[in-house]
């Protein structure tokens, strides 16, 4: 069993497609600093190409978009793809099992959340003499 767990920041806005089926696809790249710095005292940056399929990709394509902080769980899956100077090249992408939102929500994105919403007609308010124990 091989596992990747990683945390950074998306590089840019997630994109989202359908394959042929149907099922939904979010691709996002995560950018990770390295714990320390090199010799000549620069921090390296190391990017992640990940993939959320179906329900998970949906709710990434919602809620994750560029500069957001990001933690990902999920199984690297090696891809052979050619260059467009004729190449044949390897990716390691991420297949993304958990995805946590690490950046705080916007306040336009609190206002969209309909759980956000509650309804308090129907409640009595209740003071502390009320409560029997």
């Not at 990683?6 to 790249?29: D, H, K, Q, W, Y």
Request: hydrophobic letters at 30%; glycine letters at 6%; proline letters at 5%.
């Amino acid at each position: 069993m091989q596992t990747i767990q990683i945390i950074g920041n998306l590089t840019a806005s997630p994109e989202t497609r359908s394959t042929p089926n149907g099922v939904t696809v979010c691709t996002f790249t995560v950018a990770v600093s390295r714990k320390f710095a090199d010799q000549s005292g620069e921090k390296k940056v190391d990017y992640f190409k990940c993939n959320a399929w179906r329900q998970l990709g949906e709710i990434c394509a919602r809620y994750l978009d560029k500069g957001r902080k990001v933690y990902v769980r999920g199984e690297l899956q090696p891809r052979l793809y050619d260059a467009k100077d004729g190449t044949t090249r390897l990716s390691l992408d991420v297949q993304v099992d958990e995805c946590e939102f690490l950046s705080p929500r916007t306040d336009a994105e609190k206002h969209d959340d309909p759980k956000e919403e509650v309804d308090a007609s129907g409640f009595t308010e209740i003071t502390s003499d009320m409560i029997p124990f």
